[in-house]
C-alpha cells in the first residue's frame, strides 16, 4: 500500500508523541486500532518509523559544542574510527565546504568538552578544528 494522507497524518501525531496509545490514534483518524497497528507495523518495515527512543526531560549534557573537522587527504575512515572512540562525540557528520566532518559533543563539564576538543586536534589526520560551544537550543524536531 502506498503511503497515502492518513500514513502521513499518523505519522505527524505520532511526531508530537510517540506514547500515543493506538486507541488514541485511532480515534483522532477516524479508524479502528488495528487498521492503525497494520499501518505502523507496515511503516516501521519502510523505515519510516526507525526506532523509538528516549528523550530526557533533564539534560544530560550540561554543555554541548560543534566541532568542525578538516582533514588531510585520505584520512576520513581513520579519523572517523578514532572520533567513534571518544565518548563526548555525540554525533558525527560528513559535510561539503571548508570543514570534512562536524562532530557534535557532550559534556557533563566544560572541561571536560574542551578536553574532548583537544583529544580531536590530536588525531592523525585532522588538519585543524573550528568548534563553537552551544549556549541555548531554539528549536529541535525529531
Given at each position: 500500500?502506498?503511503?497515502?494522507a ?10 508530537r ?6 486507541a ?42 560543534q ?8 584520512h ?9 572512540q ?32 583537544d ?24
Amino acid at each position: 500500500m502506498a503511503n497515502d494522507a492518513t500514513d502521513k497524518a499518523l505519522l505527524d501525531l505520532l511526531r508530537r508523541n510517540a506514547r500515543m496509545p493506538t486507541a488514541t490514534l485511532a480515534r483522532r483518524l477516524g479508524l479502528s486500532r488495528s487498521t492503525i497497528q497494520g499501518r505502523i507495523d507496515r511503516l516501521e518495515r519502510q523505515g519510516l518509523i526507525g526506532g523509538y527512543t528516549i528523550v530526557e526531560t533533564r539534560n544530560a549534557d550540561a554543555v554541548r559544542a560543534q566541532v568542525m573537522v578538516t582533514l588531510t587527504p585520505r584520512h576520513a575512515k581513520s579519523v572517523e574510527r578514532a572520533l567513534r572512540q571518544i565518548d563526548a562525540v555525540r554525533e558525527l557528520h560528513a559535510v561539503t565546504g571548508p570543514a570534512d566532518m562536524i562532530a557534535m559533543l557532550g559534556a557533563d563539564s566544560p572541561e571536560a568538552l574542551d578536553d574532548a576538543i583537544d583529544a580531536i586536534g590530536t588525531i592523525p589526520g585532522v588538519e585543524r578544528t573550528h568548534s563553537a560551544m552551544i549556549l541555548s537550543t531554539k528549536l529541535q524536531r525529531a
